[in-house]
Structures are given as structure tokens and as C-alpha cells.
């Protein structure tokens, strides 16, 4: 089955730098890339998501970038704010063969002022 | 539109006991998910329905967890018994139909504590 793997598992930045966070994931058929940010005691939300027929998926001040090639897809926030700070799951899913989530173990981002 | 409901919020039980957790989904969403998530880990699915057959539930511990979706809207899902290995967050989620580019949507979750 798929697994995936993400990196860091904690991130501190100053507000107003920039923040990366980056997935891998195994089976090549997955085809569907959702990033989801949880505040404490939060549910999941999705917050950006990519299919694997594009490259790069940009929303205001979040992108996401995806290399199939290296099975490898990553999450880009600029201009970090404190409400940025919660915990990041990256997912991986082959909608071909069903619309199941594999997540990763998740990134905390601590954005100090 | 409403959210994803989940019922109880937060449940404490003894090793050995029964528990049962409930989830309404968004209106009109034909896919339910039920999810474990361990404290520090990102979710993981247990089953997934369409309407109320069983699409995935092959990282169901099926010795002692159970659920169901009667009429294809509400769902529970049983722990019977509980060990604790079982304490986590059980997320509930919905989406409108699997196959496609559809957002998951989670309930509020129900954190189990076993003692």
C-alpha cells in the first residue's frame, strides 16, 4: 500500500519568513495530493491540493509544488503569520482506485512573533 | 451547510469495556470515513463506505472494531473491548462521491481515553 513520509516534523520560523514542508509518498498511481492544516484540539481542514497532471498550485500566500518523477511533492508558505502555527498532514490517493487518504505523520509550524 | 456531527466529544472507559462512537455527514455526501488518529500521528482510515457499503476496511482491527451505515447516511463505529492501545481521536469524515477530485471534510472527532 502507500506510504508517506514527511519532513520535518517540527518547523520554527519568525513570522514573516517563509516555510517549507515536504512529502514523499511510494506508489506511483497516486494521483491526488491534499495538504490539510489541524489547529490544537482542531479537526483537519484542507487548506491547498494538487493532481498529478499539474506542477505547481498557488493560493495567496500557499503553493504547492509536485515532482512525480521523484515521488515527491512539497508545501510552500510565505509571509508566515501566528495563525499559521498548528500542525501540517500532507495525504496522498489514487482516485482511480478509491478516494482513500494516506497521511503523513505531520509537521508542527510554530510561527513565533 | 451544516458540518460533519460526531457524538460523544471526549469518552474515558476502562480497559476491557465497550464504546461506540456516532457520525452524521454532511448532507447529500455519498462517502463516510472513520478515522484513528494517535496522539502525534496524522489520521488513519479504518473503513470508508459509499452510501452503506463498505469500500475499504482492510486497516479495520476487525476482532474487536466493528461499524456500520444503516440507510446509507448515519454511521457508529464499535470498539468491543477496548484495550488501550485503542486511546486516540476517532475522526469521522464525508465527501460527495469517491473516484474524484472531492474534499474530505472531518467531524469534531472523539477522543477516546482508556484506562
Known amino acids: 500500500g502507500e506510504n508517506v513520509e514527511q519532513h520535518p516534523s517540527t518547523l520554527s520560523v519568525q513570522e514573516g519568513d517563509s516555510a517549507v514542508i515536504k512529502c514523499t509518498y511510494s506508489?506511483?498511481?497516486?494521483?491526488?495530493f491534499p495538504w490539510y492544516k489541524q489547529e490544537l484540539g482542531k479537526r483537519p481542514q484542507l487548506i491547498i491540493d494538487?493532481?498529478?497532471?499539474?506542477g505547481e498550485k498557488k493560493d495567496q500566500r500557499i503553493a504547492v509544488t509536485l515532482n512525480k518523477t521523484a515521488k515527491h511533492f512539497s508545501l510552500h508558505i510565505t509571509e508566515t503569520q501566528p495563525e499559521d502555527s498548528a500542525v501540517y498532514f500532507c495525504?496522498?490517493?489514487?482516485?482511480?482506485?478509491?478516494?482513500?487518504?494516506?497521511f503523513g505523520k505531520g509537521t508542527m509550524l510554530l510561527v513565533s512573533p | 451547510e451544516a458540518g460533519v456531527a460526531q457524538s460523544p466529544r471526549y469518552k474515558i472507559i476502562e480497559k476491557r469495556q465497550s464504546v461506540a462512537f456516532w457520525c452524521n455527514p454532511i448532507?447529500?455526501?455519498?462517502?463516510l470515513y472513520w478515522y484513528q488518529q494517535i496522539l502525534g500521528q496524522g489520521p488513519k482510515l479504518l473503513i470508508q463506505?459509499?452510501?452503506?457499503?463498505?469500500?475499504?476496511d482492510s486497516q479495520l482491527p476487525k476482532d474487536r472494531f466493528s461499524a456500520e451505515r444503516l440507510k446509507g447516511v448515519d454511521s457508529t463505529l464499535k470498539i468491543q473491548p477496548a484495550k488501550l492501545e485503542d486511546s486516540a481521536v476517532y475522526l469521522c469524515?464525508?465527501?460527495?462521491?469517491?473516484?474524484?477530485?472531492?474534499?474530505?471534510?472531518f467531524g469534531p472527532g472523539t477522543r477516546l481515553t482508556v484506562l
Open positions: 469524515a464525508s465527501s460527495r462521491r469517491s473516484g474524484q477530485v472531492d474534499t474530505q471534510y
Open positions: 506508489d506511483s498511481a497516486s494521483n491526488y
Open positions: 494538487i493532481r498529478s497532471n499539474v
Open positions: 495525504a496522498a490517493s489514487n482516485l482511480i482506485r478509491s478516494s482513500t487518504l494516506t
Open positions: 448532507s447529500g455526501h455519498a462517502t
Open positions: 463506505f459509499q452510501n452503506n457499503g463498505v469500500v475499504d
